[in-house]
């Protein structure tokens, strides 16, 4: 249980770093392309484009927010096989907390009290779910459920992609959302996935689930990017955080036999829903802060 934890914390530490450098290195991509004239940035939805959210994580801080983001990976392949999906994904919606902080002095974005509220009942759940956490389920072996995990994630990546481009410059918190989903496809991959233990390449290449690790991966890390593109960090990493975190904790309870401690269930149920609703709530004011600023200027 230990390790599990101090995994998930790691993974949140990384991937709240990562979204702000990344974030930064949007920006600063955006903004040197527009000093050079470069046009062709924008559709004519106001998405960004193919070649430029390419540019943009070419940048330097976006390859160190990269790294950062490896680093998160690990942690969080870690915790989702060592302790409750519910708990693991939970205490990785905490990177929106290091987002918010570190936002203030790397982007200069200014929270007010209801943001602070809603993170703040993000921390308080986050202790909840601690609380309430009892043991990891297992994996599954069941063929549906890892060729199930895999059509869905392609499916997601491809109907979001299609939605994003669609709505262009007011897609921020749905490209988000769908990189949340993809993210917490893959750790419900790699819960399952086998060649694990004990490695067997053969069995790992072969398992579905593995291919959806990698598509999963590659799908919501572009989609952050291009949310992080379109609007507010902390309103895009919390619609992630939405997202990579609803549907593995209820998945790891329905199918994969992750439990609370006996009599505190609903301590686990409060803080879940808590947590989920602290975020939808960083997630619709931080776009709506963007969407003023943007006015504004």
């Known amino acids: 249980m230990l390790i599990g934890l101090s995994a998930a914390l790691l993974a949140c530490l990384g991937y709240g770093v990562a979204s702000v450098l990344q974030a930064y290195a949007a920006r600063r991509s955006a903004a040197a392309a527009e000093a050079r004239g470069v046009g062709g940035q924008l559709t004519e939805t106001g998405a960004p484009t193919v070649a430029s959210t390419v540019a943009a994580a070419l940048t330097v801080w976006f390859i160190v927010g990269t790294a950062l983001d490896v680093v998160g990976f690990v942690g969080n392949s870690v915790s989702a096989r060592l302790i409750p999906l519910f708990l693991s994904q939970t205490i990785m919606s905490a990177n929106l907390i290091i987002t918010a902080v570190l936002g203030i002095t790397v982007l200069g974005i200014r929270l007010h009290r209801r943001e602070w509220i809603a993170i703040i009942t993000v921390i308080l759940a986050l202790a909840a779910l601690g609380t309430a956490a009892g043991h990891e389920g297992g994996g599954s072996d069941d063929p549906a459920m890892h060729w199930g995990v895999l059509i869905a994630a392609v499916l997601l990546f491809t109907v979001s992609q299609l939605v994003v481009r669609h709505l262009g410059s007011r897609g921020a918190v749905t490209a988000g959302l769908a990189a949340g989903l993809l993210f917490g496809a893959l750790a419900i991959a790699v819960r399952i996935v086998g060649g694990i233990d004990p490695l067997s390449l053969p069995t790992l290449l072969a398992d579905p689930a593995a291919w959806t690790i990698a598509i999963a991966g590659v799908g919501g890390f572009y989609l952050h990017t291009v949310a992080l593109q379109l609007g507010s960090?902390?309103?895009?990493?919390?619609?992630?955080?939405?997202?990579?975190?609803?549907?593995?904790?209820?998945?790891?309870?329905?199918?994969?036999?992750?439990?609370?401690?006996?009599?505190?269930?609903?301590?686990?149920?409060?803080?879940?829903?808590?947590?989920?609703?602290?975020?939808?709530?960083?997630?619709?004011?931080?776009?709506l802060s963007a969407v003023r600023e943007h006015a504004d200027t």
């Open 233 to 287: 960090v902390n309103g895009a990493t919390a619609a992630l955080v939405v997202g990579e975190t609803v549907i593995p904790g209820i998945a790891g309870v329905l199918l994969l036999g992750d439990t609370a401690r006996p009599g505190w269930q609903w301590l686990a149920i409060l803080g879940f829903v808590l947590a989920i609703g602290g975020a939808v709530a960083v997630a619709v004011f931080g776009n």
